[in-house]
């Protein structure tokens, strides 16, 4: 089956400094890759997604960009502010299969 | 709010205990999932609902039993836990049918602490 790996577990920026969480996949099959936000207290929501034939993608401060050679993706977040303190949930899908990385802690200090 | 509501918030009960969470989403969605968070350890897909039919079971304890009544309401019975079963329990729908494609709504959780 995949398996997800998910580094930093924790990450702590300045804010305004930009962010960068990585992970990599196993399955070379796996074709759609979400990133999921999760604030305390809450459940986790889908911040962004990418699929197996695009490169990259970016919404307002968010990217994340995909080597699908490499198997290994990553969410780029810019101009962080204390607002972007959370537990970041990558994953990928192989088949009907959501694996779920290990999450990242990051906390944005103002 | 993301349209999916879970009850209690929290749960305490002792290892001979018989309790029930409870989920309801307003979404009109197809699909519903129990998922499992513990510490330092990956969200841990249980079961999944299509249509109120079960397609997944993720080789999950008997201890645990679920029930999809409608396509609007799931519940996770329990009984006989152990402690290692304490843990943030998460309810979550997609609008599609299963498909590791579908964008999750989740709802906040139960934490449920089994002594």
């Known amino acids: 089956g995949e398996n997800v790996e998910q580094h930093p577990s924790t990450l702590s920026v300045q804010e305004g400094d930009s962010a960068v969480i990585k992970c990599t996949y196993s399955?070379?099959?796996?074709?759609?890759f979400p990133w999921y936000k999760q604030e305390l207290g809450k459940g986790p929501q889908l911040i962004i997604d990418?699929?197996?034939?695009?490169g990259e993608k970016k919404d307002q401060r968010i990217a994340v960009t995909l080597n699908k050679t490499a198997k290994h993706f990553s969410l780029h977040i810019t101009e962080t502010q204390p607002e972007d303190s959370a537990v970041y949930f990558c994953?990928?899908?192989?088949?009907?299969?959501?694996?779920f990385g290990g999450g990242t802690r990051l906390m944005v200090k103002p | 709010e993301t349209g999916v509501t879970q009850t209690p918030r929290h749960l305490v009960m002792g290892m001979t205990n018989k309790k029930s969470l409870k989920c309801e989403q307003h979404?009109?969605?197809?699909?519903m999932y129990w998922y499992k968070q513990s510490a330092k350890k990956p969200l841990e897909l249980m079961f999944v609902?299509?249509?109120?039919?079960?397609?997944e079971n993720n080789s999950v304890p008997s201890r645990f039993s679920p029930e999809c009544p409608n396509s609007s309401h799931l519940f996770l019975h329990l009984h006989t836990l152990q402690p290692e079963d304490s843990a943030l329990y998460l309810c979550?729908?997609?609008?599609?049918?299963?498909?590791?494609?579908?964008?999750?709504?989740f709802g906040s959780g139960t934490q449920l602490s089994v002594l």
């Open positions: 979550a729908s997609s609008q599609g049918g299963v498909g590791g494609n579908e964008k999750l709504f």
């Open positions: 399955d070379s099959a796996s074709n759609y």
């Open positions: 990418i699929r197996s034939n695009v």
């Open positions: 994953a990928a899908t192989s088949g009907n299969m959501l694996t």
């Open positions: 979404l009109g969605h197809n699909a």
């Open positions: 609902y299509s249509l109120e039919e079960r397609v």
